[in-house]
């Protein structure tokens, strides 16, 4: 049967064929919008109005603003809602970004920039060179981020200031991880305590491969001896990001045990900065 007069049959729509049109035509959307080619012919789109009608969805998504998303979605609005634990890594991330790139809310620019450092952690870890590299960061946002990173490790040091007991385990997790993670090497530390397992000290006691032939149970004696300490906390990072215990962890942990019990020095526990949750010794029945 031939077609009614005047009317011409519609063509099928093919999905995939549509999409790729999409893509093209989004840019001829946004040629017009924002009439920076004047040669854009409106009736090359309209030739095709599937095409057409997903292109203007796609570009009008890309444009909307995050003032234009739904309260709830919103990161700033969710943190203060939901608090800051509801968030993801890119959400928190875009708070700390405030805006995005063109064509790009800062939530996605945020997704954008995790995939490509691999990482929040990674990304907060950085150097100058490498973090500046990432689309819609720079010196200024670099330097932001160290001024963050560096109240929230004064802010623990304030919880473990000389003087004050310890009575939570987390708050010690969180201020080792501060002080000990980041570093490209490892570093070996500990915390000093007096008989009520109030600080006395935080000290940075050896750096470089942790072995048996780097740490010195005997300066660690005579360090605790000067400052009076009834108990120690000890503490080392895995560049790697493996918070799982050596061998060689396991050996000196035992070594240093055994020397400072001769001075009536009792070991607490042996952290292990790495990803995630430090490992503890204690908790792992090591100590």
């Known amino acids: 049967m031939s077609d009614p007069k005047g009317f011409e049959k519609e063509e ?14 989004s840019q001829e959307i946004q ?3 924002t009439k920076k080619n004047e040669s854009t012919d409106s009736s090359i789109i309209m030739a095709k109005p599937h095409a057409f009608f997903y292109a203007l969805i796609y570009f009008l998504v890309g444009i909307m603003a995050i003032s234009d998303w739904p309260a709830e979605d919103r990161p700033r609005e969710k943190l203060l809602q939901k608090g800051a634990q509801s968030l993801t890594d890119a959400e928190l ?3 700390f970004l405030r805006t995005g790139t063109k064509g790009k809310s800062a939530v996605d620019l945020s997704r954008e920039l995790l995939d490509e450092f691999g990482s929040l952690k990674a990304l907060l870890d950085a150097d100058q060179h490498t973090f500046c590299q990432g689309n819609g960061l720079g010196a200024a946002k670099y330097a932001q981020l160290q001024a963050v990173l560096q ?14 007991a310890l009575t939570s385990a987390d708050a010690t997790r969180i201020y080792l991880s501060h002080q000990l993670r980041g570093y490209s090497y490892e570093v070996f530390a500990a915390l000093f ?3 009520r397992h109030r600080v006395i000290q935080f000290e940075e006691l050896f750096r470089g491969t942790i072995d048996g032939a780097s ?7 005579k360090k605790a ?5 009834a108990a120690i906390i000890f503490a080392h990072n895995h560049p790697s990001g493996i918070n799982e215990p050596s061998q060689a962890d396991k050996h000196i942990t035992q070594k240093l045990q055994q020397a400072l019990t001769l001075f009536d020095i009792r070991v607490l526990d042996h952290f292990i900065i790495g990803d995630g949750v430090p490992y503890s010794f204690a908790e792992a029945g090591l100590i």
């Open 151 to 164: 109240m929230a490790k004064r802010h623990y040091e304030e919880i473990l200031q000389k003087g004050h």
């Open 193 to 195: 305590l007096d008989n």
């Open 12 to 25: 099928s729509v093919n999905p995939a064929s549509t999409s790729l049109q999409a893509i093209v035509f």
């Open 31 to 33: 040629n017009l919008a």
């Open 215 to 221: 740490v010195y149970p005997r300066e660690v004696a």
């Open 225 to 229: 001896l000067q400052l009076n300490a």
């Open 93 to 95: 991330l875009a708070i």
